[in-house]
């Protein structure tokens, strides 16, 4: 999985103050950066685009959905070439519940008899779109088995809102089989919304405005999608937990405890399947009912109705629900001095078909990196710290591999991680990071010294640049326009909260783990193969990165973010960034209540003086919308007052390590003990409301989004979801957590000070 991690960003960080002479490194003294910077043109040096290039052809040589033949080849190449390099490798493996399709039938029954074809024909020019051995059909893991038959209805992106608007154009669902196009949010809430408002059954197509023929020519003349190809996912319910869903919270071995798969909280209750556009037009023309709104229409060469009916479908899905094997490659470099702290740098190798875009792109480029330390360590070098290369497996069907990993781990990990550094695909382009706010200067700095190849400036100055002139788009979101503003004041890079859609959740958002997700993109053009049987090493080494030069950028900038943090005297975390973001989200939450306080209102106006109606075209009426309840006073001031206390704090611990002079080894262990709590000390056990398996109370992937982060999320979601009482609540728990935060920092500072 891999969504392009949004720059619209929340980062209000304090200016630089860069000193003459080298920038400062966060965590060494001006010594041991020198030091560092001259391991790191060492590390430089020995990257290799040709190395990239081989081993991306190799691991995308044939089909590695999990439990394919090449799936496990692949663990073993790995495992083998870690080895050689000096790495202490080993593989884990892990037995989970993976359905794949048996049979899968859709057709249209009526009124224009169709049969859907939910294949993907070889191409010209693409030698590796013509192998069919091992590779599955496009389905929707985790969606429900079932036979059914309704009318269908077009429901948009099938967010909640759009619901809302059916329910004004007098459209429902109930019993029927609705298609929604993808975009907008994750395609698993639009088989869970259509459930929950009583569909029976779910289509899910690709429209050409979003990745055909609407962006560019497609492929294999350009490199959008093609009218046959389909978008394969996962519609597992990741906003509830990730990972196995027969083994929840606990690692996935061979003798887990099990519960029934009837039991299993996270699977779809109805049958769902992923469809070209070619196929979906054939369904979308024969939709009567109302004239799709503005906002709903494609690209398809149609008028878009809403329906329902008089199209009727058929769908069936069948799958084998019995358990896959796993396979997680870990390769450990025991450091010289803390072996007992970790830094974990991780990108899944599983992919849908292929994968040569996402993940192995991103797979080889790290593994790159872990060559180039093997090397660097064949020298004499040893890492300060201990650092962890992992390579995952089932990331595709719901973060499996290292969501069990994690679970397994979870003790001795959250006493040890230092951070955990997660990638998975990569083109050429610009540099986006989603990460835990203390490790946006890391970032930063790690950035700031990484030349970007098309112009020769540094991949930060280049992604300040990117954000400052999206900034000023007439369209501009109010994110976009204050990262632009951090972006133009000389501020650290602004990056975004972490959400979900790739491996790092298990690591922040359940063990509280401080994390950053990385790529570089924007450029190659690669979403038109998204999760399709064209995701192959002819089209990426075409669009995707030719030269494989974005590779060695990518290997470049985690290679720092891993040397620097398993190097560093004092861990490298920054805590103005993070105090001065949770003050940003804070001020959000407070519009949005107001926001929501205003609407109430106005919604009750309108409805006592029948404007709704007044205003409708009586030849084409609407349903008024339902009155909303009173948004009742909510009480910020111990929220505001914990994130006060916390800016405080960590000005005056990042003064301190500013100041502060070489430690004495035994007091630099005991710091980072400190350090690496404060994290930890942002989560609850009790967790979030509905989903206790996701602990943290700054960072979580919305409900209603499912990639899309949610800041505050206790607080901002029972906002969104009108629960008044819950936000109170949430209120005072995510208070506790700052000020728990708060304490760790001043711990930390009294270190650093001889305390
Ligand atoms: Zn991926």
Request: net charge negative; proline share 6%.
């Amino acid at each position: 999985m891999n969504h392009r991690i949004a720059l619209a960003a929340l980062a209000f960080a304090a200016a630089q103050t860069s000193a003459a002479g080298a920038a400062p490194m966060l965590g060494f003294s001006p010594s041991g950066a020198d030091a560092e910077r001259a391991l790191e043109a060492k590390f430089d040096a020995n990257l290799s685009a040709g190395a990239i290039d081989a081993r991306l052809k190799i691991l995308s040589a044939e089909p590695n959905e999990v439990g394919s033949p090449h799936d496990k080849a692949n663990a073993e190449f790995v495992l083998a070439q870690l080895k050689s390099w000096g790495w202490d490798a080993h593989i884990e493996t892990f037995q989970v519940l993976y359905p794949t399709p048996k049979h899968e039938l859709l057709e249209m029954v009526g009124p224009t008899p169709f049969k859907a074809q939910l294949n993907e024909p070889p191409l010209p020019g693409d030698a590796s779109s013509a192998v069919r051995e091992n590779a599955l059909p496009p389905y929707l893991v985790y969606a429900a088995d079932g036979d059914v038959t309704g009318d269908l209805v077009y429901v948009n992106y099938g967010n909640p809102d759009d619901y809302v608007a059916l329910a004004r154009m007098g459209v429902d669902v109930k019993g029927k089989i609705v298609i929604a196009r993808y975009g907008s949010a994750w395609r698993g809430l639009k088989v869970k919304l259509a459930y929950e408002h009583g569909a029976v059954g779910c289509i899910i197509y690709s429209d050409p405005a979003d990745d055909g023929y609407g962006p560019g020519d497609v492929y294999p003349k350009g490199a959008w999608r093609p009218d046959e190809g389909v978008q394969r996912g996962s519609v597992l319910d990741i906003p509830i937990e990730s990972g196995d869903p027969l083994t929840p919270g606990v690692g996935a071995t061979a003798d887990a405890k099990r519960i029934a798969i009837a039991d299993a909280k996270v699977l779809m209750k109805i049958p769902a399947l992923p469809i070209s556009y070619g196929d979906a037009q054939h369904l979308l023309a024969e939709l009567g009912g109302p004239v799709a709104p503005k906002g709903w229409r494609g690209a398809l060469p149609i008028t878009y109705h809403v329906g329902g009916g008089p199209a009727r479908v058929h769908l069936a899905v069948q799958s084998d629900w019995s358990l896959k094997p796993i396979y997680d490659v870990i390769g450990v470099m025991k450091g010289a001095e803390r072996p007992n702290e970790w830094v974990i740098r991780a990108n899944h190798r599983d992919g849908w078909v292929f994968g040569a875009w996402d993940p192995l792109s991103g797979q080889s480029a790290m593994l790159e990196e872990a060559r180039s330390i093997g090397a660097l360590a064949k020298t004499g070098w040893r890492p300060k710290r201990t650092i962890i290369y992992g390579s995952w497996d089932g990331e595709e069907p719901g973060l499996l591999g290292s969501t069990e990993w994690a679970e397994q781990h979870a003790e001795e990990l959250k006493a040890k991680a230092v951070l955990y550094v997660n990638s998975d695909s990569n083109t050429r382009g610009l540099l986006g990071a989603g990460a835990s706010y203390s490790a946006q200067r890391l970032i930063t700095e790690a950035a700031a010294d990484v030349k970007d190849p098309e112009t020769g400036v540094s991949a930060l100055d280049r992604a300040q640049a990117g954000l400052q002139v999206r900034g000023l788009a007439p369209d501009a979101t109010e994110d976009a326009k204050r990262a632009a503003k951090a972006a133009t004041s000389g501020a650290d890079l602004p990056i975004s909260a972490l959400g979900s859609g790739s491996d790092y959740t298990p690591f922040v958002q359940h063990l509280g783990i401080a994390s950053i997700n990385f790529e570089y993109g924007g450029e190659g053009e690669q979403a038109g193969v998204y999760h399709s049987q064209y995701d192959t090493y002819e089209h990426f080494s075409r669009f995707g990165d030719p030269g494989m030069v974005y590779g060695v950028v990518m290997a470049e900038t985690g290679g720092r973010l891993v040397l620097r943090t398993a190097d560093a005297d004092v861990a490298p975390y920054q805590f103005a960034d993070l105090a001065a973001n949770i003050d940003q989200n804070i001020s959000e939450l407070h519009k949005l209540a107001d926001g929501l306080r205003e609407r109430s209102a106005a919604v009750d106006r309108l409805l006592d003086s029948r404007a709704f109606a007044l205003a409708d075209d009586p030849t084409k009426p609407t349903v008024a919308p339902d009155r909303l309840d009173v948004v009742p006073a909510i009480d910020f001031g111990p929220l505001d007052a914990a994130a006060t206390r916390l800016k405080a704090s960590a000005r005056a611990y990042d003064a301190a390590l500013a100041k502060a002079g070489a430690l004495k080894p035994a007091a630099q262990a005991k710091l980072d003990a400190v350090l690496i709590g404060v994290e930890h000390s942002l989560t609850d056990p009790q967790g979030l409301p509905g989903r206790p398996w996701y602990q943290h109370l700054i960072y979580a992937p919305g409900m209603l989004t499912g990639y899309g982060a949610k800041t505050l999320p206790g607080v901002r979601e029972a906002l969104e979801g009108r629960r008044w009482a819950e936000a109170q609540a949430y209120i005072g728990r995510t208070a506790a957590a700052l000020d728990a935060a708060r304490a760790r920092i001043d711990a930390a500072t009294a270190i650093l000070k001889g305390g």
